[in-house]
């Protein structure tokens, strides 16, 4: 494992295990802060793009925060079209954050098809804790993405 990190001891198994796929460190330690210490769910990072899909698949999460841009403008977007194509990650709710608006909107009818939902950063922190637990209780997208 490269730049993820687990913290197998404070998992705590009534909440929701969340992937952060973000390679700007300060971001991740604000979500670590407010999701891991303030709100107690179970995080885990993953800082390159190139491990990103094979560390949704082996830590296996209740729901991935993705920034749509890492490293370049397509990697996120390499991800996501990765994880809605496999049966076995399909299921696993995606929160999009990105302040490439743009890109965002380019990429809308990709969103709406498989139910995920983005966040344009910056973003109130209140609509990202609301957005969690939304996707967290929300039902699975549909199998065939329509």
């Not at 295990?17 to 700007?24: G, L, T």
Request: charge should be negative; hydrophobic fraction near 45%.
């Amino acid at each position: 494992m490269s730049e993820e990190s687990h913290h197998p001891g404070r998992l705590r198994r009534d909440r929701a295990r969340i992937a952060v796929i973000n390679d700007d460190t300060a971001f991740l330690a604000l979500m670590e802060a407010l999701l891991e210490q303030e709100e107690g769910y179970d995080i885990v990072v993953c800082k390159q793009w190139q491990d990103a899909y094979g560390f949704v698949k082996l830590t296996a999460p209740d729901l991935v925060i993705l920034d749509v841009v890492l490293s370049d403008e397509e990697a996120g977007w390499r991800i996501l079209n990765m994880l809605t194509l496999d049966p076995e990650t399909r299921p696993i709710p995606v929160l999009v954050c990105s302040a490439a608006i743009r890109s965002l909107h380019d990429h809308q009818p990709l969103l709406d098809r498989y139910g995920i939902r983005a966040l344009a950063k910056p973003f109130d922190l209140d609509v990202l804790l609301e957005a969690i637990e939304a996707l967290l209780g929300a039902p699975p997208p549909p199998a065939d993405g329509r």
